[in-house]
């Protein structure tokens, strides 16, 4: 699982050149736990920082993404369901069925 993790981290890492990624990879090949170990020594603190601001970077853009989730009110989806059913795109089943879910009502 670590060596998984530092092979994840050895291509996040944007200040290894590709000729340094490639030496690490073989040298986690070739001899996994020796490598691993000096990898984590030499490069775990770089290893905890990309770890740390990957998270905060994800955590950013999953509350951007929900900011720019729209959630209408109950009247706002009983008015757009009413045009709907006006121009007969849904039926008066199907109005009724969104008119019960925006007010909560289980049907």
């Known amino acids: 699982m670590v060596l998984i993790y530092i092979v994840i981290d050895i291509f996040r890492d944007q ?3 590709g000729w340094l990624k490639a ?4 040298f986690l090949v070739f001899l996994p736990w020796l490598t691993g170990l000096v990898y984590l020594i030499a490069r775990g603190r ?3 920082e990309r770890s740390a601001r990957k998270q905060v970077e994800y955590e950013t853009h999953t509350a ?3 900011r720019q989730i729209s959630f209408a009110s109950p009247s706002e989806e009983i008015a757009k369901a009413q045009a ?3 121009q007969g795109v849904i039926s008066d089943g199907e109005f009724e069925a969104i008119k019960a879910k925006a007010l909560g009502s289980k049907f």
């Open 15 to 17: 200040s290894l050149n």
């Open 46 to 48: 770089g290893m905890a």
């Open 64 to 66: 951007e993404e929900y």
């Open 23 to 26: 030496v690490w990879i073989v």
């Open 84 to 86: 709907l059913r006006d």
